[in-house]
């Protein structure tokens, strides 16, 4: 009687053990859900990014992306409230402002121990530049981006004036946007930088507004390569070639660049980036890319960025996420993302060869462009230089744009920006770091 | 029978007055008109450009000189717009958002005001003047707070964010209309009272049935606001299907570049229902904010 008892007890018990295992169990293989925020736009077509995560859920059953697709323009006000919330931050993100990258996790260790995925796949500039911060991997690399001159083929063969080369020089864009200058058609013959010291500025041999050791400004700002790029530039605005900030105000297109005008064949030629190439080419437009112009002699630079996917350091599933990351900013996210998104140019060298128009000439334009020097490899480095010293140095900027000095005022008002730029530098180094 | 000649020519004198003076306003008509209509040609510029572009192709945005009725308009444009989002179902979505906002604030303004205006009771002076002060801080900062409020109450991408706090009552439109219910004189109140009514029968039979020309103003207001808001509906919306059209119409601005003719198609359908709200409420709106405005 006691022994069946026991059996029975025994039996219970073991049903009970298995019961707890087979739930266990279960809950194993629950799938994990993660949480990803993107943002879709002509670039990236909400179909295509439903598309990559079908693909992602083919391959892990047991993880599903919970994806949050919404506006270019709604991503930022949603994700600072988030970060400043600490939390309802998703497991995936754009991390593209530099302020959120302390809340992206590490993937230095992932990505070195991963054997499906390198980080030399990607393009090494731009791996560089965009994804390493601190030392630390805290992002994978997206949808890369470069600005380089877009010319107006039809417009420079209506002017009959030659295509730009690939070795032009600043001097040549002031005479060729003068040659394409056409009052009776509203016609610009090129538009202006938006800002020194970017690439432009440094092709002219002005490489920095300030020492490498962000203690001087003197001898930077006012050297004489500067002086220099900001005389270029009251050239090119006294040659009435160009439009005024007033027009580019009116007549640009949302701080993307004037590429309406461009398409409209109001303007010969526009500093434009790779999306623009797609409108144009979308437009039925005849045009051809080549790099910023440069002075013989110094290194070739271009202004590039790219996107960055990261993994917010709080979150539950990072394993998971990983897992996503790399699917989605590594070659099989990526390709899908480029052949159903024209205005997409993933980080990876070996798929911009695949893309669709790859063997056109405008395309091959571009991909030069990318082999260039980033301006950021010396701005992220110096976070004072956006920070704080631009704004404190942007007056000399203004006065030349308006034409409101002369030729020869150059160098007083450069010499003039000395003082408000070394104190905004002295202020900012505590801040931001040098 | 015989007419004084003197009665006559004043009657003649006054005939030739009355002549000249219609002739007068006539001009004078006539010419506020050309003005008004002329005003009217100004103010509808922007929309007219904007029916403008979205008849035109990418390449004739910019073009020299402007066409302001395109010679070849792409009335496929917009097709193309509604069929690239999902902007029928935002603008239903801003619908439903725009009619639960709206019977929110109509069913909590009143009741807030009424007792302001007809009731005395502890700190109501203060408590006024912290509602008042509530008009006064800017939403921006509410965001951070009731975002994690939300978040705790699992509320986030539900429209309960965006619907609930009509229901608890708008500062501006509590003030609006308390200043009004302060303007219709107490003894109707006090008529309805000897008559046996209650609190509750004196402002749904007395109060309310008078604050018509202020319950327009909210009703029209709520509409505009709703229908227009974006921040909020990014904040506190996650689903692609659910957002309202203001933000619906951002998805075509991309990365590097605005669909221009796409977007004025879009957004010209989009304002449709705010002019036609507007071409009917405007009178009640125009007479209830100027009545607000004299007697409050």
């Known amino acids: ?434 | 029978m015989r007419i004084d000649p003197a009665r006559l020519n004043a009657s003649e004198q006054l005939r030739r007055s009355t002549r000249q003076r219609r002739a007068k306003m006539l001009v004078w008509h006539a010419i506020i008109y050309a003005v008004m209509i002329s005003l009217a040609c100004v103010f509808m510029l922007p929309i007219f450009w904007m029916a403008s572009t979205s008849l035109k192709l990418p390449r004739e945005l910019m073009a020299w000189p402007p066409e302001w009725i395109p010679s070849n308009p792409q009335w496929g444009n917009y097709a193309e717009a509604f069929g690239k989002y999902p902007l029928a179902r935002y603008m239903l979505n801003s619908a439903i958002l725009v009619i639960a906002n709206i019977v929110g604030a109509l069913l909590s303004a009143p009741v807030i005001a009424y007792g302001f205006a007809r009731f005395n009771f502890p700190f109501k002076n203060v408590l006024f003047i912290l509602m008042l002060s509530m008009m006064m801080v800017p939403g921006h900062i509410k965001l951070i707070p009731l975002y994690v409020l939300y978040l705790r109450l699992d509320l986030i991408d539900t429209y309960w964010p965006l619907i609930l706090p009509a229901y608890f009552g708008s500062p501006f439109f509590i003030f609006l209309m308390t200043q009004f219910m302060r303007t219709i004189p107490r003894e109707l109140d006090d008529a309805a009272r000897i008559d046996g009514a209650g609190p509750w029968s004196i402002l749904y039979r007395i109060i309310i049935p008078l604050c018509r020309p202020a319950l327009t103003v909210v009703v029209v207001f709520t509409f505009l606001w709703t229908w227009n808001d974006f921040l909020e509906p990014i904040i506190f919306l996650r689903d692609y299907d659910s957002f309202p059209i203001s933000v619906g119409l951002a998805f075509f601005q991309g990365r590097y570049s605005i669909e221009w003719h796409l977007f004025m198609g879009a957004t010209l359908v989009s304002i449709i229902p705010i002019l036609v709200v507007y071409f009917f409420a405007q009178r009640h709106l125009i007479g209830g904010l100027a009545a607000i405005g004299i007697k409050g």
């Open chain 1, 1 to 434: 009687m006691k022994s069946a008892f026991f059996k029975n007890v025994l039996a219970l018990a073991n049903l009970f053990m298995l019961l707890l295992v087979s739930i266990g169990g279960a809950a194993a293989q629950d799938p994990v859900t993660l949480t990803w925020w993107t943002t879709s736009g002509r670039d990236s077509p909400e179909p295509a990014i439903r598309n990559v995560i079908a693909a992602f859920e083919a391959e892990h059953p047991n993880i599903k992306v919970d994806v949050s697709i919404m506006a270019e323009g709604a991503y930022n006000d949603l994700m600072s409230t988030a970060i400043a919330a600490g939390e309802g931050v998703p497991d995936l993100a754009w991390y593209w402002s530099n302020n959120w990258l302390p809340q992206a996790l590490d993937l230095t260790d992932r990505l070195d121990n991963d054997p499906d995925i390198s980080r030399d796949i990607f393009h090494t500039e731009y791996f560089n530049n965009w994804v390493v911060w601190n030392d630390m991997v805290i992002a994978l690399p997206y949808d890369i981006g470069a600005n380089f001159v877009m010319y107006n083929k039809d417009v420079f063969d209506d002017e009959g004036v030659a295509y730009p080369t690939q070795d032009w020089t600043p001097q040549d864009y002031i005479e060729i946007a003068k040659a394409l200058r056409n009052e009776d058609k509203r016609r610009w013959g090129g538009d202006r930088p938006r800002g020194p010291f970017r690439a432009l500025w440094r092709n002219m041999g002005a490489t920095n507004p300030y020492s490498d050791d962000s203690t001087t400004v003197e001898g930077y700002i006012n050297g004489p390569e500067s002086v220099a790029a900001y005389t270029w530039l009251w050239d090119l605005v006294d040659s009435g070639a160009t439009p005024t900030p007033a027009d580019l105000e009116v007549l640009g297109t949302e701080g993307t660049g004037p590429v309406d005008l461009f398409i409209a064949g109001r303007l010969g030629m526009a500093t434009l980036n790779p999306g623009s190439m797609v409108s144009t080419l979308e437009a039925g437009v005849n045009f051809g890319v080549v790099p910023e112009p440069r002075v013989p002699g110094n290194e070739n630079w271009v202004h590039g960025w790219a996107l960055r996917a990261g993994i917010w350091k709080n979150s539950e599933h990072p394993d998971e996420a990983w897992e996503f990351l790399k699917f989605w900013n590594g070659p099989p996210g990526q390709r899908i993302l480029m052949e159903q998104g024209l205005g997409h140019f993933p980080p990876i060298p070996s798929l911009l060869a695949e893309y669709e128009y790859a063997d056109t000439e405008w395309y091959q334009g571009f991909l030069n462009v990318l082999d260039a020097t980033q301006t950021a490899s010396w701005r992220k480095d110096h976070p004072c230089w956006r920070g704080a010293v631009i704004r404190g140095v942007r007056d000399a900027w203004d006065l030349i744009m308006l034409g409101e000095i002369e030729r020869d005022e150059v160098q007083a008002t450069l010499d003039a920006m000395v003082e408000p730029g070394q104190a905004a530098l002295d202020e900012c180094v505590p801040r931001l770091g040098g």
